[in-house]
């Protein structure tokens, strides 16, 4: 069964009926299939984890499309850096047969989890001249180095580092948690709160997830009183200051970044916090830890998993282990090179089809890519109830 890729209504004329151009049509989806001119061959099944199932080469090929694409994964890297990579490497088959087979080459080449020969193979690529996207590195400091390049002629780059806020021509692929407190942060004032405080990490991302939650709250009228860096050891010391700065907030939004939010909720939750009067409003990477009793009547926006649904049920059939993020994140970018590739050509991939204000729709849901690199998502708001997410809005109100 054929499967639907429509890219940016501006540029295919084809559009979703919420405005954004459709990745994959989920209803579509039934196995792994070819082009119209028949199905491609499905990616052998795997038996053995994503540790055991992929043998890292230097480089290797899938599809003979004429859109030519190098996608920079850490194959041989030791631990969850190498089976992460590993995933992404499956994601991208199981992509090509899909939809990209007979649309794009799609080079893999092995980074090996060192930073330096991420960013050389990247450079390499991009300066190739017939490389049209460049998918990866997953290396925070190559992706980083990369987007303080000069030039405006290079292809694009689709960074799948974790954390990373993006440069121009070099996007953030992944969830950032500047922008699910912006869009929880949005969520609260769609609800009526008007005040906010900001509790962040001291750090480089702190300026960035306050740039981020002041441009959504005033979308709504709403403004961010105060914005407090803290450390991990002064999490009693931050709330004490917040009282002392801010009268009567409408809702109070942590960011944890690589730390644990703990001592700042404890102090909160002396405070009253979350309460009537006051909403806290907490960021996907609390996730990365167990939800702790703590996290108890915290909003949290953060992906939808069953839009991975689809792809993460013939992923398990086709290599008998779960698909993650790191399957979505990695298919989506395959998907949505290959769709630019059908419906514009090798020469589609431009500022403009890229950074479309209507975004893609892809199994990480409903996303776009902005100017300065930065994506933006769209995405379910959750409440902390017993120690598990419960579902307030399907989506948090548009970009």
Known sequence: MALAFVVVAAVSGCQSKNGASDMLDPSAIAAPAGQAGGPAAAPSQQTASPAASTAAKASQTLGTGSTKITMLLPLSAPGSAGENGRK????????MADLGDKLVTLTIEDTRGDSGTAKDLAVKAITSGGVKVVIGPAELPAAQQL????????PPVLALADNFAGGPGVYSVRLSEADSAAAGA???????????VLLVPAGTSANAIEARVTNALSIYGATLAVTLPYSASDGAK????????VEAPDAVVV????????????ALKAKGIPGK?????GTDRWLERPIDPLYEGAYIATLDQSETGPIADRFKATYNYQADVNVAYAYDMVALSAGIASSVGPGGF?????ENASGFRGSTGLFRFRADGSSQRSMPFFKVEKGRLKLVEKQTSGF
Do not use: E, N
């Open 147 to 154: 987007a303080k390049l000069s030039g405006t002629q290079r």
């Open 255 to 266: 960011a944890s970044g690589d730390g644990s939010p703990i001592a700042v909720l404890g």
């Open 350 to 354: 431009s500022k403009q089809v890229l």
């Open 277 to 281: 009067a006051v909403s806290l409003i």
């Open 88 to 95: 992404m490497y499956d994601a991208a088959r199981l992509a």
């Open 186 to 196: 949005a969520a609260g004032a769609s609800k009526g709160a008007k005040k906010f």
């Open 238 to 245: 931050v709330v004490s200051d917040m009282g002392s700065l």
